[in-house]
Structures are given as C-alpha cells and as structure tokens.
C-alpha cells in the first residue's frame, strides 16, 4: 500500500504561482510511478504532468508545458508540483497518483490522493 498526501492549493490570481505538494509513504518502492492529475467539474479527470522515482524522466501534457514543472526530493519520499503563469482555465482539484510506471493514463495508477484544490481568479 502506497498513501498519498497533497498540500498546497488554494487561491491565486492569474499569471500568478503556486506549487504543490504530494508526501508518500508506505511501499513506495513498489511504485515508481508518480503522476499529477487533475478535475475541473463537470469534467474528466486529465493528465497534467508524471515523473519516474528512479531515473526522473517527465512527461507533461501539452496544455502546461512551459509553465508547470514536476519533481521529486527521493530522501523526502515527495513529489513537487510548481506551476507558474497559472490561468483561470487551470482551475481544478489536483491529485496525485502512484504506480509502476509514469504515465497519462488514469488507469495506469493503482494510488491516489485526495486532492487539492487550486482556484485561478481572472
């Protein structure tokens, strides 16, 4: 078992930053694959950004790129999120996901957070 615990949302202003937290414990080794995802309402939960424990690979999806960055602190067993340029578009609860391998796709994790909302004022 892997638990998740994300920190860090709340409420920013567009253009503005914030970063995110996500703190795991348990077998982790088990579960090398950590992704951040999130839901807008009314939406489908959509992949934002996955990286890989071990070799640090990153993956990110077209609609961020260039203004968030995942990464890892492997002796703090936790994954960053700093996003930055943040629109009102961006508004959603962002989870954090854990399982073998870093991907896009939701299915492929088998762990997740509870999540934390983030709110882009215009």
């Known amino acids: 078992q892997v638990q998740l615990v994300e920190s860090g949302g709340g409420l920013v202003q567009a253009g503005g930053s914030l970063r995110l937290s996500c703190a795991a414990s348990?077998?982790?080794?088990?579960?090398?694959?950590m992704g951040w995802f999130r839901q807008a309402p009314g939406k489908e939960r959509e992949f934002v950004a996955a990286i890989n424990w071990s070799r640090g690979r990153t993956y990110y999806a077209d609609s961020v790129k260039g203004r968030f960055t995942i990464s890892r602190d492997n002796a703090k067993n936790t994954v960053y999120l700093q996003m930055s340029s943040l629109k009102p578009e961006d508004t959603a609860v962002y989870f954090c996901?854990?399982?073998?391998?870093?991907?896009?796709?939701?299915?492929?994790?088998?762990?997740w957070g509870q999540g934390t909302q983030v709110t882009v004022s215009s």
């Open positions: 996901a854990a399982g073998p391998a870093a991907t896009m796709w939701v299915l492929g994790y088998d762990y």
């Open positions: 348990g077998r982790t080794f088990s579960s090398p694959g």
